[in-house]
T-cell receptor, first 115, second 115 residues
Framework: AQTVTQSQPEMSVQEAETVTLSCTYDTSESDYYLFWYKQPPSRQMILVIRQEAYKQQNATENRFSVNFQKAAKSFSLKISDSQLGDAAMYFCALKNSGGYQKVTFGTGTKLQVIP | DAGVIQSPRHEVTEMGQEVTLRCKPISGHDYLFWYRQTMMRGLELLIYFNNNVPIDDSGMPEDRFSAKMPNASFSTLKIQPSEPRDSAVYFC?????????????FGPGTRLTVL
């Protein structure tokens, strides 16, 4: 069975500063996909960034980047130049690359952005 | 594309009543997922379909829950009879073969309250 662990239930960051959200996972597969989803108060789940396990290069999407450490099974999300609109729940998620489509989600980290 | 469409956005009903939630996936996507989100249990996969066929329904809580996908553009999740413990946000998501990541795109959710 695969698991995703987010050990920080809540985090806060000053506007314009940088924050890192942690995620660790466990899977017996060698190839898989990792995702970060954002859920603002509107509750819409929005895909922020994605990473394929066999790709060495860390994914980047504008102010969002990841630090993917495959051996350590770690997948942290870094948000640079934090904005008020970044305040949300952030979920880390894992999906194996085979035909089975189930995604395992972490319990989420609530990010507060302080003006 | 309009994205994944869910209706209704909010539903309030009384215990024992039948509830039907509706979902229209993104056109061209061949996977459809139903999730339930609660504070206590987080985001749970209830069932998913591939090409309108149910693939994994192991997350469906009990016989009171049923899901159908009569065609590629429509799915329903039915609860009969409803109970207060079914109160949650229900998400529909879809994914397609167009992206190697097969990432899931979520609808806005239906907030269900059973009194």
């Amino acid at each position: 069975a695969q698991t995703v662990t987010q050990s920080q239930p809540e985090m806060s960051v000053q506007e314009a500063e940088t924050v890192t959200l942690s995620c660790t996972y466990d899977t017996s597969e060698s190839d898989y996909y990792l995702f970060w989803y954002k859920q603002p108060p509107s509750r819409q789940m929005i895909l922020v960034i994605r990473q394929e396990a066999y790709k060495q290069q860390n994914a980047t999407e504008n102010r969002f980047s990841v630090n993917f450490q495959k051996a350590a099974k770690s997948f942290s999300l870094k948000i640079s130049d934090s904005q008020l609109g970044d305040a949300a729940m952030y979920f880390c998620a894992l999906k194996n690359s085979g035909g089975y489509q189930k995604v395992t989600f972490g319990t989420g980290t609530k990010l507060q952005v302080i003006p | 594309d309009a994205g994944v469409i869910q209706s209704p956005r909010h539903e309030v009903t009384e215990m024992g009543q039948e509830v039907t939630l509706r979902c229209k996936p993104i056109s061209g996507h061949d996977y459809l997922f139903w999730y339930r989100q609660t504070m206590m249990r987080g985001l749970e996969l209830l069932i998913y379909f591939n090409n309108n066929v149910p693939i994994d329904d192991s997350g469906m809580p009990e016989d009171r829950f049923s899901a159908k996908m009569p065609n590629a553009s429509f799915s329903t999740l039915k609860i009969q009879p409803s109970e207060p413990r079914d109160s949650a946000v229900y998400f529909c998501a879809s994914s397609g073969q167009g992206s190697s990541y097969n990432e899931q795109f979520f609808g806005p959710g239906t907030r269900l309250t059973v009194l």
